[in-house]
């Protein structure tokens, strides 16, 4: 159960560069934070540094509880050959879901009649909301999201920002990279080059 | 379901599909033992002499084909995101990757490799030998390969340099395999340090793997 979370004094680096320095951001249960900026301002890393992957330059990156986050990132990591049942589920499972759930869920965000398809032949939306099912189906309290809501329609928005209400209902934490407003009440912050 | 067992099945289904699978690789080894004979004549006499040496190159160069898409895949489509976040350390996610690898391409060409040896010459009675040290060999060549694989992340052109890693890892394995495939006083010891060599990779290649993918991710 991850109860905060604290990023303090974070510096991130790509290469030679280094795209911000010293920010401070905590993320309470409950609480939803909007990570705005310019292009390659660095929400991206931002958000991949607080998954693990990257390693500030200075800083640190602090939960309190334990467990380990949700990540929606510009790829959904979908297999082209596989049918989106067959990734749903396994998703889910590895995420420490049911299966049962996974179908459950992808029925409310209306993709249970695209389920039998291969991912080839989804849509950049409908891929999208078998990744979010995911989140769905497999409870984990962190959701890091990057640009979460860039390819669904009005609809799937709508859909999306319900689910994110209750998760922030159940005491979750989001942390999103976006452009577009979050359909949620979420606190802004800016990513700036220093 | 496990999360365990639930990757284990994707990764088979997905290895037995990669590039053509097991077919491919099966296709590749008969065509190049084929290939022999048209190179150094019909002599049955000088074609015995090499057919197990031959089978046993073949199939390492024939474990190589399908190592470019077993870590690329993942990571170009951000699975290998996912899969890091998941349940199971890095190095578990790997090793069942490598395991996957080996049952969907090393274990047919270890029954395809006896058909090929005796059809150049090997006589009948080596081929149980041959088919384990080929099983024995394979495991090797997918924990290595899988290391080169990682290794070659994120870089064009990965094929080729998977090869160029791995070929010279792989030089043990042919060594031990080679002799213990060529029957003769040397065969034991061969077949002792083939499996010694498959797992040690087994138990090494793991780390190699999983901190090459964390590279890779950073």
């Known amino acids: 159960m991850i109860t905060a979370l604290h990023i303090e004094n974070l510096s991130v680096g790509r290469g030679h560069r280094v795209l911000f320095r010293g920010l401070d951001v905590a993320v309470r249960a409950g609480e939803a934070v909007a990570l705005t900026g310019p292009n390659g301002a660095g929400k991206t890393s931002l958000l991949r540094c607080v998954a693990g992957f990257i390693r500030p330059l200075a800083g640190v990156v602090r939960c309190e509880g334990s467990g380990e986050p949700h990540l929606v990132g510009h790829q959904d990591g979908l297999k082209s050959g596989r049918t989106a049942r067959e990734e749903l589920i396994f998703w889910v499972r590895w995420h420490g879901g049911q299966s049962a759930g996974a179908l459950a869920t992808a029925e409310r965000l209306g993709i249970g009649r695209a389920l039998d398809l291969q991912v080839r032949q989804l849509s950049a939306g409908q891929r999208r909301r078998v990744a979010l099912a995911r989140l769905l189906a497999a409870p984990r309290d962190l959701w890091l999201l990057d640009e979460p809501l860039a390819p669904l329609d009005a609809e799937g928005r709508d859909l999306i920002g319900r689910e994110m209400a209750a998760h922030l209902g159940c005491g979750g934490l989001i942390l999103a990279a976006v452009h577009d407003p979050l359909p949620v009440a979420a606190r802004m912050v800016e990513v700036s080059a220093p | ?218």
């Open chain 2, 1 to 218: 379901m496990s999360p365990l067992s639930a990757l284990f099945r994707r990764e088979l289904a997905l290895a037995w599909g990669r590039g053509g699978g097991p077919m491919l690789a099966v296709g590749f080894f008969a065509t190049a033992t084929t290939l022999l004979p048209l190179a150094v004549g019909p002599s049955a006499a000088r074609l015995a002499a090499v057919a197990t040496g031959v089978t046993w190159v073949a199939l390492a160069l024939a474990s190589l084909l399908s190592l470019e898409r077993l870590f690329e895949r993942d990571f170009e489509d951000g699975a290998l995101d996912l899969l890091s976040l998941g349940p199971l350390p890095m190095e578990a996610t790997a090793a069942v990757k490598c395991l996957a690898q080996w049952l969907a391409n090393g274990a047919p060409l270890a029954l395809a490799a006896p058909v090929a040896a005796v059809s150049l010459g090997a006589p009948a009675a080596a081929v149980p030998m041959i088919a384990l040290a080929a099983g024995l060999g394979g495991l090797a060549f997918a924990f290595v390969g899988g290391a080169g694989a990682a290794l070659a992340l994120a870089s064009r052109r990965g094929g080729v340099l998977i090869a160029v890693i791995v070929l010279p890892l792989l030089a043990p394995p042919v060594i031990f395999g080679g002799a213990a495939v060529g029957g003769g006083p040397a065969a034991g010891a061969g077949l002792a340090l083939l499996a010694a060599y498959a797992l040690a990779a087994v138990a090494l290649a793991p780390f190699a793997m999983a901190a090459a993918c964390r590279n890779a991710l950073s």
